[in-house]
T-cell receptor, first 115, second 114 residues
Framework: KNQVEQSPQSLIILEGKNCTLQCNYTVSPFSNLRWYKQDTGRGPVSLTIMTFSENTKSNGRYTATLDADTKQSSLHITASQLSDSASYICVVSPGGHNAGNMLTFGGGTRLMVKP | DAGVIQSPRHEVTEMGQEVTLRCKPISGHNSLFWYRQTMMRGLELLIYFNNNVPIDDSGMPEDRFSAKMPNASFSTLKIQPSEPRDSAVYFC????????????FGEGSRLTVL
C-alpha cells in the first residue's frame, strides 16, 4: 500500500532557528515529490517539487532534499520567521497522464515559530 | 489570475439539511479535485474530474455525497442529508499538468453540521 509518513507531527521552534521536517514514502512507481505549505485557514500552496534525478533544491530559505534510494525527503527551513508557522504537507506522485487519483498525501507537520 | 475560487467560505447548518459547495477552477486547467480535510485524517480525495468527466469517485463517503462538473469552469459538491460527521474543511483544487503533480487549491469551505 502506498504510504507517506511525515515526522514530527508537530514542532515548536524559536524565531531565527533552523529546523528540518522529514517525509518517508513507500509509493511505487515514483515520479515526483512535492512539499506544500498550508497556512491556517488557507489552502495548501506548493513550495517545491523534487523529481527522481534531483537530490536538493532550494526556494529561498527552504531547501528540500530527496534520496530516492531510501525513499526519504526532508525540508529544511533556515532562519525561521513567524510567517513560517504553518502545516507542511509532503505529497508523492507516481506520474502518468491520469495520476490525479494516485497522489499520496502525508499527514503533515504542524510548525509553530515563536518570537 | 484569480486562482481557484470556492464558496461559501463558511457554512453552518443543521443535521439533515442539504449543503452545496461551489468551485471555479483556474481557467485552462483540465483536472479538478474535491478533497476533505480533518485533523484526524488529513487531506482525503473525494472525487477527481478530468475534462469535466468524473474519473474516480471512490473516495466519496456514501450516497449522501454527489459532485457535478457541468462545464470546465464550475463544479459543485452536494451533501444531502448532511450529518455532524461531515463537518470538515472541503477543498477544491485544479491542475493543468498532472505529470508534475502540482495542485492549485482554493481557500476551502469550512462546513459545520450541528
Amino acid at each position: 500500500k502506498n504510504q507517506v509518513e511525515q515526522s514530527p507531527q508537530s514542532l515548536i521552534i524559536l524565531e531565527g532557528k533552523n529546523c528540518t521536517l522529514q517525509c518517508n514514502y513507500t509509493v511505487s512507481p515514483f515520479s515526483n515529490l512535492r512539499w506544500y505549505k498550508q497556512d491556517t485557514g488557507r489552502g495548501p500552496v506548493s513550495l517545491t517539487i523534487m523529481t527522481f534525478s534531483e537530490n536538493t533544491k532550494s526556494n529561498g530559505r527552504y531547501t528540500a532534499t530527496l534520496d530516492a534510494d531510501t525513499k526519504q525527503s526532508s525540508l529544511h527551513i533556515t532562519a525561521s520567521q513567524l510567517s513560517d508557522s504553518a502545516s507542511y504537507i509532503c505529497v508523492v506522485s507516481p506520474g502518468g497522464h491520469n495520476a490525479g487519483n494516485m497522489l499520496t498525501f502525508g499527514g503533515g507537520t504542524r510548525l509553530m515559530v515563536k518570537p | 489570475d484569480a486562482g481557484v475560487i470556492q464558496s461559501p467560505r463558511h457554512e453552518v447548518t443543521e443535521m439533515g439539511q442539504e449543503v452545496t459547495l461551489r468551485c471555479k477552477p483556474i481557467s485552462g486547467h483540465n483536472s479538478l479535485f474535491w478533497y476533505r480535510q480533518t485533523m484526524m485524517r488529513g487531506l482525503e480525495l473525494l472525487i477527481y474530474f478530468n475534462n469535466n468527466v468524473p474519473i474516480d469517485d471512490s473516495g466519496m463517503p456514501e450516497d449522501r455525497f454527489s459532485a457535478k462538473m457541468p462545464n470546465a469552469s464550475f463544479s459543485t459538491l452536494k451533501i444531502q442529508p448532511s450529518e455532524p460527521r461531515d463537518s470538515a474543511v472541503y477543498f477544491c483544487a485544479s491542475s493543468l499538468a498532472l505529470t508534475t503533480g502540482e495542485l492549485f487549491f482554493g481557500e476551502g469551505s469550512r462546513l459545520t453540521v450541528l
